[in-house]
């Protein structure tokens, strides 16, 4: 499986992004996906994941803010970002393959960046 993610930007506090993760493969639909994020001098962090059954998990900080979903017919999941604060600003990565969590991840994506502006 090999993984594409975009839509990352700057964007002011207070506003929206969604980021994509497209993938190859025609088993995609079978794999939990994950996003996760790095912000300079901090460890990678899981932030939503989505099971191959649609089961969503949200880290704590971004719940009732970000919404992930996916699209098998597009082999898509999305990450929909709304009420961005500058503690956002991160590299999102997708991965798929494992257990949600950054060690058990067995595909991932190359990173798209996230800049929130105050």
């Known amino acids: 499986v090999q993984l594409q993610a975009s839509g990352g930007g700057l964007v002011q506090a207070g506003g929206s992004l969604r980021l994509s993760c497209a993938a190859s493969?025609?088993?995609?639909?079978?794999?939990?996906v994950g996003w996760f994020r790095q912000a300079p001098g901090k460890e990678r962090e899981s932030v939503a994941a989505i099971s191959s059954g649609g089961g969503t998990y949200y880290t704590d900080s971004v719940k009732g803010r970000f919404t992930i979903s996916r699209d098998n017919a597009k082999n898509t999941v999305y990450l929909q970002m709304n009420s961005l604060k500058p503690e956002d600003t991160a590299v999102y990565y997708c991965?798929?393959?494992?257990?949600?969590?950054?060690?058990?991840?067995?595909?991932w994506g190359q990173g798209t960046q996230v800049t929130v502006s105050s």
């Open positions: 991965a798929a393959g494992g257990a949600f969590t950054v060690a058990t991840m067995v595909y």
């Open positions: 493969g025609r088993t995609f639909s079978s794999y939990g």
